[in-house]
């Protein structure tokens, strides 16, 4: 499958609760209580109670048009709605920032355990290995021996290098060695993985701040990114999870991870209308090739069903 494919074949889930709330408005005029239902798919498919209540208005607006009198009609109200609430969170891609940037270009990848945020930093260490470019992978999360094999793994895998220390090491001990060792030989990008889980959320963001600075300190301007990874299957928990990490460390850039396993794939409009942080990458499935850079235009094409002229 192609790019457009794999994002069309993650978001149906996500597809089919929109479209089951559209298909009734076949040959229907739009009433209060097909409204308030289409309303309560819409918030279903998690895209928030604020973009809600705008597409909503939108649609009431318009209802009496010919533009919002059918499901095609309706369709083209909500996906013009949807792209302009997109259009706020897109910017330059990951890989684009990198080019742009200064090397070595350090990206700080932050986000809870089990969304996915060891698999993320693999999935684009082995794009960038491919284009030429050469990341060094640092195993922050010292929290967990298994963080720290699961990253040696990949690195072997994949054909780069790795920074580590010992299972229960100071993090900020190892983000310190990790940017020495990037200077020293000559890497284009540093990926820095961190842990997810303390023993209380006001521990974990007082280590990702120490993290933080220390690598501010040993290479200033940096980390140039720092990235987000979230899961879109827990729907309105990644609302709070955003805000969190937003204050303790500045999120820059985000990543949904997991699109393909849920149907409230409308998160993501969600947080970038909360937010307008960009989003960066969006996973579709397991494959190198099914974590892919956001595109409003192609996301909200996904999400109705239909074709994209870059597709």
Do not use: C
């Amino acid at each position: 499958m192609g790019w457009f494919q794999r994002l069309n074949a993650g978001l149906g889930k996500t597809r089919n609760v929109v479209r089951q709330s559209l298909d009734q408005f076949l040959g229907r005029t739009p009433d209060p209580v097909l409204l308030e239902e289409l309303e309560a798919a819409l918030l279903g498919a998690d895209l928030g109670g604020r973009v809600v209540a705008r597409l909503m208005q939108q649609v009431n607006d318009e209802a009496r048009g010919a533009d919002a009198s059918t499901s095609d009609g309706l369709q083209n109200v909500l996906s013009r709605a949807l792209y302009d609430a997109l259009i706020q969170a897109s910017g330059p891609s990951l890989l684009q920032l990198i080019d742009q940037g200064p090397k070595p270009f350090v990206v700080l990848v932050v986000g809870v355990n089990g969304v996915g945020k060891t698999t993320t930093i693999a999935k684009v260490a082995q794009r960038l290995a491919q284009t030429g470019r050469r990341p060094l992978l640092v195993a922050g999360d010292t929290f967990r021996a298994a963080a720290i094999e699961q990253l040696q793994v990949w690195a072997d895998r994949i054909g780069v290098q790795v920074v580590r220390q010992r299972h229960g090491a100071d993090p900020a001990s190892v983000a310190f060695d990790g940017i020495a060792a990037a200077k020293a030989r000559s890497v284009d990008v540093v990926l820095v993985d961190t842990a997810g889980r303390l023993h209380t959320k006001s521990n974990l963001m007082d280590e990702l701040r120490k993290v933080k600075r220390v690598i501010s300190r040993e290479l200033p301007g940096a980390p140039h990114e720092v990235l987000l990874v979230l899961d879109a299957t827990v729907g309105q928990n990644a609302l709070a999870q955003t805000r969190q990490f937003h204050e303790a460390v500045g999120v820059t850039g985000l990543v949904l991870t997991k699109l393909d396993g849920t149907a409230r794939g409308g998160i993501v409009v969600a947080i970038a209308e909360e937010f307008k942080i960009p989003v960066r990458l969006v996973g579709v499935g397991e494959g190198i090739e099914d974590l892919q850079d956001f595109n409003p235009e192609a996301f909200v094409a996904a999400l109705f069903g239909q074709p994209t002229a870059s597709s």
